[in-house]
């Protein structure tokens, strides 16, 4: 099924005309600026938690703040955010290809009409019923800290009005293939907290704490309400980063209006259906069943697995998401324009976000295994955390990686799919990774614990990638001539050698450079890191990987102003 707006013979002509060449430097420039958005967006993040902690501590506000803010958090992921890449940018990507702007800005008006009276609906609702959501979200929570989040739940509910809004936006720009906004919005949002929480939160003040048999001990403490200042900088966050897409959308035409009823509103719905149930499943079937599993093998292993997943984010989120996010919109504008461009265009754009996935997640996940104790080191061996600890990080992390390489490529593949405006696939194939997963993990509970969750997460990522790219193969018709085997081969070849160098040269440069201490340990991941990349790369030219050698060609002529990405 797809939408059909009156068709706009320019529009498409724009898209049969624009050469492959073009493409792929506007999916690399996409790439790019992605990529630089997602670094930025992640250090404040680690920083806006730093913060957190700093000013907080593990405190009852703390987890007041949590509770205040993991209910739109929830409702903004189920209600909306899967939206933006399955359903609104393939449909608006189709819309304004066939029928240009003029179409495109009716949509989203009617978007926007509807996000505006269902948000504000569920606002009031949260509201009024602030306490209710609390006791059923911490039931548990004192009473003192149900009450400090009834009250935050009410200061950061609005940020759910400003987030949709930002959804809307972003994925219209994604649409017109505008990147530098949405990329650059968890950079404002994140930044927005630390900067009122910094500037805002009042300031310490002396308790003593009773006596314990002795002299009564001074501590500092801020009052626990202090943590609404962070709530705001929270929906201070939200606007801040709605706003910034504004510059993008110069001239367009937005209006609030009553006619709901477009064929392209029935069909986000229609796509969005399957992608609903599946992060049903992901949220009160899996992740239930995980934590109750990691429960039961000992103390801590809960946090053992969410300090793991928290590295292998960083290159999914540098490599995997956007390369998807970049290519999205190029996939969908070519599906829409079948009838005139044919399939080739499509094989070819999607031929290249694969490989461009490949020479790129295969030296990152590889790295992040061999260089996985420095790494944990640095990051999270300070105070409580101790060596024992880093070593089940970090075997748990490398159970991980395993899986990384495939869901990398799988996203790519899952959102190839999207852009056909088909997700049921997507979903159906999910569903059969799930039950592979937990068959996998209760069947290797017993022998390995723990990990067994980390195995059965690769065993997955592995169906679903496999699964997802021979029906997509088979929809295709094949993915012509990406000579992708070749790609992987070569690829694999300079990942291992690097890899050797690292193993090799990482014992000698913790006794030369030393481990003790945030410096040193800052010191030998940089260097050693260095080493592999300059390794992969030498590797790489002399195998002649044509993609990277393609990235810094592109990346040449733009320092050299001769062009632009």
Do not use: C
Request: without cysteine; neutral net charge.
């Amino acid at each position: 099924m797809s939408v059909d707006p009156p068709l706009d013979a320019d529009a498409v002509t724009d898209v049969a005309n624009l050469s492959q060449e073009e493409t792929n430097a506007r999916v690399a420039g996409a790439t790019g600026i992605l990529v630089l958005g997602n670094i930025g967006s992640r250090v404040l993040g680690l920083a806006r938690e730093t913060v957190l902690t700093y000013l907080f501590g593990a405190s009852g506000a703390v987890d007041a703040f949590q509770v205040a803010i993991v209910v739109p958090k929830a409702l903004f992921d189920l209600l909306i955010a899967g939206h933006v890449n399955s359903a609104i940018v393939p449909v608006l990507s189709e819309v304004v290809t066939k029928g240009g702007r003029q179409a495109l800005w009716r949509v989203v008006s009617i978007l926007f009409s509807i996000a505006t009276v269902l948000l504000a609906g569920l606002i009031l609702v949260l509201e009024l019923f602030a306490p209710q959501v609390v006791a059923l979200v911490a039931g548990g929570a004192s009473a003192a800290t149900q009450s400090l989040a009834v009250d935050l739940l009410r200061l950061t509910s609005p940020a759910l009005m400003f987030m949709g809004l930002f959804a809307m936006l972003s994925g219209t720009l994604y649409a017109l293939h505008s990147f530098v906004w949405p990329a650059f919005a968890g950079v404002v949002f994140n930044g927005s907290i630390v900067a009122v929480a910094l500037l805002f939160t009042p300031p310490p003040t002396f308790v003593f704490m009773p006596p314990n048999g002795g002299i009564p001990s001074p501590l500092l403490q801020r009052p626990a309400e202090g943590v609404a200042v962070v709530a705001i900088g929270w929906l201070v966050g939200a606007l801040g980063q709605m706003l910034l897409q504004l510059p993008g959308l110069r001239g367009a035409k937005i209006r609030f209006t009553l006619h709901w009823r477009h064929p392209a509103v029935r069909q986000m719905v229609v796509l969005y259906a399957p992608v609903t149930f599946s992060l049903i499943m992901d949220t009160l079937i899996i992740r239930p069943f995980s934590y109750n599993l990691a429960s039961g093998t000992g103390e801590g292993s809960i946090a053992y697995m969410n300090w793991a997943t928290t590295l292998i984010q960083f290159p999914q989120g540098l490599v995997a998401t956007a390369i998807s996010l970049a290519i999205l919109p190029t996939l969908s504008q070519q599906a829409a324009a079948l009838a005139m461009i044919g399939e080739r265009a499509f094989k070819d754009t999607l031929g290249l976000g694969l490989r461009l996935t490949i020479v790129l997640i295969l030296p990152s996940a590889v790295g992040l295994f061999v260089l996985a104790t420095p790494i944990i080191d640095l990051i999270f061996e300070h105070g409580a955390f101790t060596a024992a600890d880093t070593a089940i990080t970090g075997m748990a992390l490398r159970l991980y990686l395993i899986g990384l390489p495939f869901a990398a490529i799988d996203l790519l593949l899952i959102y190839a799919f999207y852009a056909r405006q088909d997700t049921l696939t997507p979903a159906l194939v999910g569903l059969l990774s799930l039950s592979v997963y937990m068959v996998a993990a209760l069947v290797l509970l017993p022998q390995f614990g723990l990990f067994s969750l980390m195995i059965a997460d690769s065993l997955k990522h592995v169906t679903h990638a496999s699964v997802s790219a021979y029906l997509l193969w088979r929809r295709l018709s094949g993915f012509g001539a990406q000579d992708l085997l070749l790609t992987v081969l070569k690829t694999a070849v300079a990942t291992g050698i690097m890899a050797a160098a690292a193993a090799l040269t990482l014992p000698h440069l913790a006794r030369f450079i030393g481990t003790d201490g945030l410096l040193s340990e800052a010191l030998l991941v940089l260097v050693a890191g260095g080493l592999s990349v300059l390794v992969y790369v030498g590797m790489a030219w002399l195998l002649r990987i044509g993609e990277l050698r393609w990235m810094g060609g592109l990346i040449r002529r733009k320092l050299r102003g001769g062009g632009e990405i």
